[in-house]
Each structure stands twice: as structure tokens, then as C-alpha cells.
């Protein structure tokens, strides 16, 4: 998912970061998807595809806003000019490995429920087992995840099929992202992101826990202080970006999920993928704005 994009400038800084952070990412971009899929790999990898694909657009495009769904997050801040690229990828790689080190909980997609069908799955089911389970992405209208212990996933699921999801998919994660299971890992993780600069976000970020745009370095360090224990809230995220004048939202990193879920969430709105220099050649302001 790196071809080509490790000798860009942006790409070169970053991977020296991490080198010095005791991880081979060049590497690890060279090798298969085994490789890859483990969180603290993972993490950084996402964030130096996605900082290193927004560095070759076009100048030109009038961006009203940038959001990025979990770890995207930080490319949508370094995009914004909130984040160094150095610093994001310090950031990223403590955030991995915080997560990572959290193995109790799973998560799991559940297809064809609303966002109430499902919180009230989690809640019934956390009532009847005296587990934790919450819902951890808001994905799409009928794509969600919950998160929690493997016992209230379980029950919740059980229950969410009941009451008329079509499907419900054990998701392959090492632990229960975006719930209060990973209070330890928000934990470990904020005294890295206390020790690093933020300034003004701008354009602003559209941040996951609220899905509202932020203006200031402290409101975007306060969104990044609670995110790992709270939901993706990707629909309000989408839903604000239109609301802030985005006519076509351009998905920037490896695959065309988001770009996906954005025409389920907001079918009026134009949504491309940008995920090879060659797509990124082709976007200019002109076929943006078109």
C-alpha cells in the first residue's frame, strides 16, 4: 500500500521517526498483510500512507475541513497543520503500542441495525451480564460495531440479531478499541500526547468523539485525549463536513472504505479515493469542485 510513496520527503522523515522508535516500518510496508495487521504496526503504517498521499495533492484544492475515522485522525491533523509529521508519527507509534498491549475484549460489526437498535442491545446485554459493550463506530447507516468484553460482545450481538440485525461479524482485532476497556491504554498514551506541540487547526478538524469541527490546538488535544475510549462517531463526522460545505469528499489512504461508507451517509455528496500517486495525479481543483 506504500508503493512508490517511501521516498517522498514526508515518507523519509516519518520512517526515520520511527526507526528511532525501535520499529522498521520500511520494512514492514514491504512485506505481506501478516505483517502489517498487528495494531502497533498497523497504526503507523495507515498514518505514513495517508500523510504521504495528502503531501502530492494538488495545491489548489479549497479544503472547508478534514476528518479521519480512529487513527486517521492524526493524518487529518497533520493535514491541518495542527500535528508535525514527526510528531504525529511519535504519536501514532505510542498509541499502537498502547492499544496493542490491551488484550481483553473484541469487537464485532453488526449489518442492518441503527445506531438505538444497537446501543440497546449493548445496554440490555449489559445489564443481563454485568459486561462491558458498547458501541464503538458509528460506520454508516446499518454498519456499526460494538466493542466490549468477549462475553457482553457475545450477548449484545445475540440480542441485536434478535431484534433484526442481518448479520453479525466477529471483527479480527486484538482488543476492544473505543471502549472503557481501553482506559489503561488512554492512560499510558496521554503523557506522550501532553509532551508534543498542537497549534490551530486549519482548515479544522472534524473530530470523531463529537463529530464536531474543532478550531483551537487545546479543543483538538482534548478530542485526542478521548478518543480512545470513545465511539467513531463517523456519520456525525460526515454529516458536519457537508454541513461545512464540502460538495466531494476525497478519501486520502490505502483502500476506498470511507469513500464507501461516505455515499451511504451522505448520497448527495460526491465521494472519491485517492489511494496511488497515480490517483492523486489526477485529483485537481477543477475535477474536485466539478
Known sequence: MADGLTDLPIAVEMLAVADSCGLDLKTALAGDETQLRPTEIAQ???LIVECALRSTLPDDLDVVAVAGHSVGEYAAAVAASALQPADAMRLVIERGRAMAAMRDGIMCALIG????GAAAACDEAQRTTGEIVVVANHNAPGQLVISGSA???DAAAQLALANGARRAVPLSVSGAFHSPLMTLAAAAFESALDSVAITDPDPP???NVDGRDVHTADDL??????QLTSPVRWIDCVHRLVELGADTLVEVGPGNVLSGL???????????SVSTLDAAARLDGAAVAG
Not at 488535544?221 to 478521548?226: E, G, T
Not at 461516505?262 to 472519491?272: F, G, H, K, N, T
Open 44 to 46: 503507523p503504517a495507515l
Open 113 to 116: 441495525i441503527d445506531v438505538e
Open 151 to 153: 462475553a457482553g460482545v
Open 205 to 207: 478538524v472534524v473530530c
Open 221 to 226: 488535544r482534548d478530542r485526542l485525549r478521548a
Open 262 to 272: 461516505a455515499r451511504r451517509i451522505a448520497p448527495s455528496v460526491r465521494a472519491l
